[in-house]
C-alpha cells in the first residue's frame, strides 16, 4: 500500500512563487518515477513535471523554466519550486508515484493564482 500526501498549496499573486511537497510512504522501492500534475476546473488532468530516482527530469514545455522537481529518495519526498507563477497556474496539484506498472495519487492541493 502506497499513500501520498501533499501540502504547500495556497493563494499567491501573479509573479510570485509557492513549494509543493508529497511525502510518499508505504510499500516504496528506490527504483520509481514521482511527479506532479495538475487539473484546472473543466480541463482534463495533465502533467506538470517528472523526475526518476536516477534524478532524470521532465517538464510541460508551459512550466519549463519556472518550475524545478526535486526529490529526497532518503525521506521518500517530491517538491515542486514554482517561481513565476501565472494566473493559468491555478489548479489542484497532484503527486504522483509511478511504480512496477502500477501508479498512484495523492488528494491533491489547490494552488490558487490571482491577476
Known amino acids: 500500500q502506497v499513500q501520498l500526501v501533499e501540502s504547500g498549496g495556497g493563494l499567491v499573486q501573479a509573479g510570485g512563487s509557492l513549494r509543493l511537497s508529497c511525502a510518499a510512504s508505504?510499500?516504496?522501492?528506490?527504483?520509481?518515477?514521482m511527479g506532479w500534475y495538475r487539473q484546472a476546473p473543466g480541463k482534463q488532468r495533465e502533467l506538470v513535471a517528472t523526475i526518476n530516482s536516477g534524478g532524470s527530469t521532465n517538464y510541460a514545455d508551459s512550466v519549463k523554466g519556472r518550475f524545478t522537481i526535486s526529490r529526497d529518495n532518503a525521506k521518500n519526498m517530491v517538491y515542486l519550486q514554482m517561481n513565476s507563477l501565472k494566473p493559468e497556474d491555478t489548479a489542484v496539484y497532484y503527486c504522483n508515484l509511478k511504480l512496477y506498472g502500477a501508479s498512484y495519487w495523492g488528494q491533491g492541493t489547490q494552488v490558487t493564482v490571482s491577476s
Open positions: 508505504g510499500s516504496i522501492f528506490s527504483i520509481n518515477v
